[in-house]
């Protein structure tokens, strides 16, 4: 079946730094894509719907500025949390179609800032 | 008021028990519907789709009733490998998901 693959799956990083997270479909195309973020014991929350080629859809209350979205292939997204404060500590996830209704998730990333 | 509502739980149930999670979304106008499983700190897997006739998979079974915005799973003969949070979510545009918060199952032996 399709896979997706996100990268790293853990990351712990101090207050100021960036961190970049990478989602690739493997075995398909994926003209969009979807980035999720969960808290604890919450709902995984639609950041933004990334599109190659063009410019991120970010969800209100969403900072573009802060989660950097680049979808420069057909095959790969990449979120930048730039300037990582500990509130960015979370589970960010991505998710991809082939085209049809099914969707598929990558394996997640776990961010502390510390 | 939330897209996707669910009783966050937990459920804690024996092993062979019945359980059954409940779920209400706000947007009439919503596609398709689905509940996924989530286990601590991965991602979440597909469980089922769901659709207005009702459809069961094995032990489980999914209903929905689209004059009352309402998604159910059951689950039969609950296994200890059952245990994880169950999230209801619903398609109002074309993938993008809107996801309930989970409803958090534990069978214990």
């Known amino acids: 079946g399709a896979v997706v693959s996100q990268h790293p799956s853990w990351v712990i990083c101090k207050s100021g730094t960036s961190v970049k997270i990478e989602c690739r479909s493997l075995?398909?195309?994926?003209?969009?894509m979807f980035w999720y973020r969960q808290f604890p014991k919450q709902s995984l929350m639609l950041m933004a719907t990334?599109?190659?080629?063009?410019?991120?859809?970010?969800e209100q209350g969403v900072e573009k500025d802060k989660f950097l979205i680049n979808h420069a292939s057909l095959t790969l997204s990449t979120l930048t949390v730039t300037s990582a404060h500990p509130e960015d500590s979370s589970f960010y996830i991505c998710?991809?179609?082939?085209?049809?209704?099914?969707?598929?998730f990558g394996s997640g990333t776990q961010l502390s800032v510390l | 008021r939330k897209e996707v509502e669910q009783d966050p739980g937990p459920f804690n149930v024996p092993e062979g028990a019945t359980v059954a999670f409940n779920c209400t979304y706000s947007?009439?106008?919503?596609?398709?519907f689905f509940w996924y499983r989530q286990d601590c700190r991965k991602e979440p897997k597909l469980l089922m789709s769901?659709?207005?006739s009702g459809n069961e998979d094995g032990r489980f079974t999914a209903q929905l009733n689209r004059a009352s915005q309402y998604i159910s799973l059951l689950i039969r003969d609950s296994k200890l490998s059952d245990s994880a949070t169950y999230l209801c979510?619903?398609?109002?545009?074309?993938?993008?998901?809107?996801f309930g918060a989970g409803t958090r199952l534990a069978v214990h032996p």
């Open positions: 990334s599109n190659e080629g063009s410019k991120a859809t970010y």
């Open positions: 075995d398909f195309q994926a003209t969009t």
């Open positions: 998710s991809a179609s082939p085209g049809n209704e099914k969707l598929f």
């Open positions: 947007n009439s106008a919503s596609q398709s």
């Open positions: 979510v619903v398609n109002a545009v074309y993938n993008k998901l809107i």
């Open positions: 769901v659709y207005s």
